[in-house]
DNA sequence: CCAAAAGTGTTCAAAGTACACCCATGA
DNA sequence: TCATGGGTGTACTTTGAACACTTTTGG
């Protein structure tokens, strides 16, 4: 391994992507920008920039997530999710990009001011086979993340107002899954896991039928078991 | 978002790094090699270098592989484990290196007469506290995506030779959880998952008492539910 | 009154856990 | 013979799954 210097490595420009989620009239959605220039000029891209030369890659995934959203670190979940490297993935040059996953509790308007022009959340279904670059397996292994996290985790509250109530995150699981849960048993079973919500000890009734109990996401983070597999 | 240019975006290294883990003597071992200069001279760390202008990430870490253990792709299980970019983890310049996870069956005498020159199998516990870089944080997100990974996976047989007895797969879950488990219902649960275990219909005396069928590993991926809880 | 949703209780099946027990081998 | 480890059977407990049922609101 010689010593370092900029001659002495191959040129590599690493970005970050993102991946950002949220559970939208049930459905799951992801934003999506509308690209101006080649390559993939017109088609749809997840959002991304370059990392800054002093950024820490969480931070310029973070920056990137309020440049497009307005969403600030409170508001959102974000962690790592992989990177991609393969050459000629982005046939200008070599670009390695750390993909991270976000999620996001409400679909706050996109800023259509913002450098990226037409931003958009968009059910994952509408965009998926279709996105420029690679972005399609990054959107896919984003999404498979985001499933397989809900279920041992108490992340699903991240895409919930930070009060929220049991159908409401019933309704969360339900779109990220895709499938039905049976709301006896899911009600049972996240009110019944030590340190997975908090009680606020306030009502409401903004789903209909009689007030249904608030809750706060507690700190628990396992939930291990399989969550319910059956639907209702 | 500027044209493509290499005096547009930051100058940054990408390597790759191995977080290489294998069972030996009953106990968690990882690759490590002897640092020849600054930084970190004389500490140990684990074993990366430089990914290659047209080559892909996983074909870099391969390659590394094969560099420092002679393990070729057949032999070993490797994925990629996370990306680790904090500027100033390497004080020389900006480095963003992609780690990847490789579970290698039998321990080969590392050689000594490559680039790296003193690398060793040493256990966990024996080298973590200590790593030069960032590599005590990317060891042990490793060693915990390995635990992680048995739980739900059949990718413990990566740690034997291709065939191996129910008691040595038993072993390499001890070693690696660090926690005894019962042999009966151990034995009753691999072989009773569909696609995890393909017997042989040999047989082996080599642990001792009667003798044990010999298995090689199925196309299983799924183990889900907790896999033993207990001790013996 | 009726529909809809929250929340509780009950029952059944499946899976993990503990452990007694037998079998086959080597020393 | 005895110690060692492979392999099976069995009883207990926990957990998920299905579903009947009551309560409380809005229309």
Redo the contacts between chains.
Sequence with gaps: ?P??D?T???????TVDLVALTVAADELAVLVVRRGEEPFAGQEALPG?????????LAAAQRELAEETGVGPASAHLE?L??????GR?P?????T?AHLALVADPPAPRAGS?AAAARWAPVAEVSPGLAFDHDTVLRDGVERARAKLEYSSLGASFCAPEFTVAELRRVYEAVWGRRLDPRNFHRKVTGTAGFLEPTGETTTRDGGRPAQLYRRGPAAAL???LLRTDG
């Design positions: 391994m010593g370092y900029p002495d490595f191959p040129a590599v420009a690493v920039g370059f990392v800054q030369p002093d950024e820490d890659l790592q992989a990177s991609y490297g393969t050459p982005d200008r040059m070599r670009v390695v750390v450098d291990h078991p399989p």
